[in-house]
Structure formats: structure tokens, C-alpha cells
């Protein structure tokens, strides 16, 4: 659409250069691929380059250490976990937090109960509280198995649930996201609230792990 | 009725690898100009999705983020805001620029 | 007033629609029991080609039993699967 004047300069020299055409299998193809995705768009105007910066900030500043305080503070104010449990976007909203478009719903784990999340479909996850899925999130093997076997996948985790207890999985399929509410561990009863935090690993937030005070 | 490559519940599927690696600069580049048109509604999450499953098989097969990169050129060529030719154009000429 | 209530069986549509759908497959034609109606949504069915999603349609959390979802479930009657399923793929279960 637009005349490239640079391109059209280099194609006058591509049989000079057979080399420079990228070759998906080469490896900087997808590297290359982005970078040509960001500079056409900006150039065009459909985002400016401060749009792309602002939103790279935000993404790296997420961490599940954010997660990790809304578990904190849940197990030490009671009435702050109640109102986790009802409106869990309100509830971090407290907190500084932001869900952006979806809508935050939080699962306890009991001494009956334990909630594992997945997204069968893509890799829904609440990036905003625990920043960017983990690879085996995303994999095929994790999308596929967490819902037909999820006791064989927790196990493959290092966590065993007995029988006795009730394992519930949570396919984040719409706009909600889920976090677990892991029950805090023995041995960490008056702990403080920071202390607390640094025990609730991502995996816990996702129901792969529970949380031990070691 | 086939079950579509993305609708992976239930698939047959070997042990999970734990790993996690910290993305590379070049993925969380495309995410966040994802984000970026997502802002100001030129992107739709729904609309990466559906792109994303629309995807040639052997194009799906791809990791994460070179899939995604696939499915996002195609749904900026369909809205007309850049073409695949541009952005391997593109691609050419700043592999030139950097002298791999 | 939604159309669904906590506690009501539902059975998912057993529809194969081509194009963007957010109901699994391994979900379709199963009943499990409405746990929570989530609240109004855009359509993503509709988002993803470009329309503008509305009217809105009801969302609801569907919890389906484990042992009724998969022939060789291994693990306790108990178990449960939540997931979230439009008003539009639902319908009252009978008994």
C-alpha cells in the first residue's frame, strides 16, 4: 500500500544478497518477525512506540509476589478473606491491584477441598497478580491433562491428594480468572504478613503445590 | 465432529516439563503491542484466539509465541493494517541493516 | 432476571458450531449443576469476527462431575470440573 522506499531500494539488490531473505527455520526468524511487526505499526500510527514502552513497563513489573500478598494478608484478616472469597476483583483492588478486563474469582483450598486452575483452551491466567504463565501452563500436556487426570498431574508436581479430599478444577474458559487461596501452612501461625508472602510460591496460586513453611 | 487443535482438554498428552524460563525480550515485545492495540480496541483478545485457531497445523505446532506472532500478522493483514509481505520485507531489510 | 438458578441441573448443547467457541468439547452434552451466575458478557463468539458482542449474554459457572465426564476417571466421585458456559449453550436438564 504504502511505497516503501527502503524496501524497494534493498529488492533492487536481492539477487546480489541471496542470503538476506529470513528463513523461519533460522533462528532470530521470530525475533525479526516482531521487530518488523512493531516498526510497520508504529510507523503506520496504530500504536505510537510510548503505547508499546508503557505496556512492556507494566508487564514486567508483574510478579507473583503480588499474588503472594493478597494470600498474605488473607490469611491474617479475616475479614479481608471474606471479601477475597465474594468479590476477589474488588478485594485486591484494595490492594493496589488491577484485573484489567476480567474479573478475579478466588478459590480455597480446605482440609475437603483442593482447587487446581487451568485453561484448556489457550493460557487464561491472571497475569496481573502473577505476571506471565509459566511454559508447562501453556503446554499441551498440562492444557490437555489437568482436566481428565488432575490427581496424575499433581503428583507429577510433587502433591498428593488423598481420596478423602475433593480435587476441583477450574478451566478459566471466560472472563474470569482464578487464583487459589492455599491453606497457610502448620507452623506458620503469627508470622508476619511480608514473612507469610514469601512462602506462597506462583505454583501455589495455581493449585500445583501447597505451600510449606520451610 | 473432530475435536479442533486447541480445545485441548482431554487430548492424549505425555508428562509435563516443569520448566520456566523467563520469556524472551522478542515475546513480551509482541505481547505488549498486543496490549498496546488491545487498549485502543484495534485487537480483540477473542479476535487473536479465533486467529490463533484458525492456524495451518503445522503453524500450530509452534511454540507459544511464534504461533502467536503467526496469528497476529494474519489478523493484522485480514484488518488491513499491515500485509505478510510487508512485514517480510521488513524483516529483510533489517536483517541487512544488522548484517546477519 | 437470569435464567438460571444456583443449584439447577443443566445438560450442555451437544453442538458442534464451526468458528470460535469457548465451550470445550469435552464438555458438550454433559449435565452438571449451576454453582454461580457469573453476570452479563460481550459474546466472545461474536468479539472475535469483529461485531461488538451484545447484547450481552449470561454467564454462568457450571460444576459437572469428574466420574460423568470422562469413562476412565481415575480418582473419587467427588471430584468436580468448574468451568464457565453461556446462557445460549444451556438448557434445563431433565430429573
Redesign the interface.
Known amino acids: 500500500m504504502s511505497t516503501d522506499d527502503r524496501g524497494t531500494h534493498d529488492h533492487d539488490h536481492d539477487h546480489d544478497h541471496p542470503g538476506t531473505t529470513p528463513d523461519v527455520n533460522e533462528t532470530g526468524y521470530y525475533e525479526l518477525m516482531a521487530e518488523a511487526m512493531k516498526e510497520l505499526l508504529i510507523e503506520k500510527g496504530v500504536v505510537s512506540a510510548d503505547d508499546v514502552r508503557r505496556n512492556l513497563e507494566f508487564l514486567d513489573s508483574r510478579d507473583p509476589v503480588d499474588g503472594g500478598r493478597v494470600i498474605a494478608r488473607a490469611w491474617t484478616d479475616p475479614e479481608f478473606k471474606k471479601r477475597l472469597l465474594e468479590d476477589g476483583t474488588a478485594a485486591v483492588e484494595e490492594m493496589g491491584l488491577t484485573m484489567g478486563d476480567a474479573e478475579l474469582v478466588v478459590v480455597e483450598n480446605t482440609d475437603d477441598v483442593h482447587n487446581m486452575i487451568v485453561c484448556t483452551l489457550c493460557s487464561c491466567y491472571p497475569r496481573t497478580l502473577l505476571g506471565l504463565p509459566p511454559d508447562w501452563y501453556k503446554s499441551k500436556s498440562y492444557r490437555s491433562r489437568a482436566v481428565i487426570e488432575p490427581r496424575a498431574v499433581l503428583k507429577e508436581f510433587g502433591t498428593e491428594i488423598p481420596d478423602d479430599m475433593t480435587v476441583r478444577v477450574h478451566d478459566s474458559n471466560a472472563d474470569m480468572r482464578y487464583l487459589v487461596l492455599p491453606q497457610q501452612p502448620e507452623g506458620t501461625e503469627g508470622w508476619p504478613v511480608e514473612k507469610l508472602a514469601e512462602i506462597v510460591s506462583r505454583d501455589a496460586m495455581v493449585g500445583v503445590v501447597v505451600p510449606e513453611a520451610g | 465432529m473432530n475435536q479442533r487443535q486447541h480445545d485441548m482438554g482431554g487430548m492424549d498428552a505425555g508428562p509435563i516439563e516443569a520448566s520456566a524460563h523467563e520469556a524472551e525480550p522478542w515475546a513480551k515485545m509482541i505481547t505488549s503491542l498486543a496490549a498496546a492495540m488491545r487498549d485502543h480496541d484495534i485487537m480483540r483478545i477473542d479476535e487473536l484466539r479465533r486467529a490463533l485457531e484458525d492456524l495451518p497445523p503445522d503453524v500450530y505446532e509452534q511454540d507459544y509465541f511464534e504461533r502467536w506472532s503467526e496469528a497476529m500478522v494474519n489478523l493484522l493483514e485480514e484488518k488491513g493494517l499491515l500485509s505478510r509481505d510487508e512485514v517480510m520485507s521488513r524483516m529483510d531489510a533489517i536483517k541487512e541493516k544488522v548484517g546477519d | 432476571m437470569p435464567m438460571f438458578s444456583v443449584g439447577d441441573r443443566v445438560r450442555i448443547k451437544n453442538s458442534?458450531p464451526p468458528?470460535?467457541r469457548?465451550?470445550?468439547?469435552?464438555?458438550r452434552g454433559k449435565t452438571g449443576v449451576i454453582e454461580r451466575y457469573?453476570?452479563d458478557?460481550k459474546n466472545?463468539e461474536e468479539?472475535?469476527?469483529?461485531f461488538d458482542?451484545t447484547p450481552k449474554r449470561e454467564?454462568y459457572?457450571v460444576r459437572l462431575a469428574?466420574t460423568d465426564?470422562?469413562d476412565d476417571?481415575?480418582?473419587?466421585a467427588?471430584?468436580?470440573?468448574?468451568?464457565?458456559?453461556?446462557d445460549h449453550w444451556l438448557e434445563k436438564a431433565e430429573g
Do not use: M
Request: aromatic residues 20%; charged residues 20%; hydrophobic residues 35%.
Open positions: 458442534h468458528g470460535h469457548r465451550t470445550p468439547f469435552y464438555v457469573c453476570g458478557f466472545p468479539l472475535a469476527y469483529g458482542g454467564l459457572r469428574q465426564l470422562w476417571y481415575e480418582g473419587p467427588d471430584d468436580t470440573l468448574d468451568l464457565e458456559i453461556f
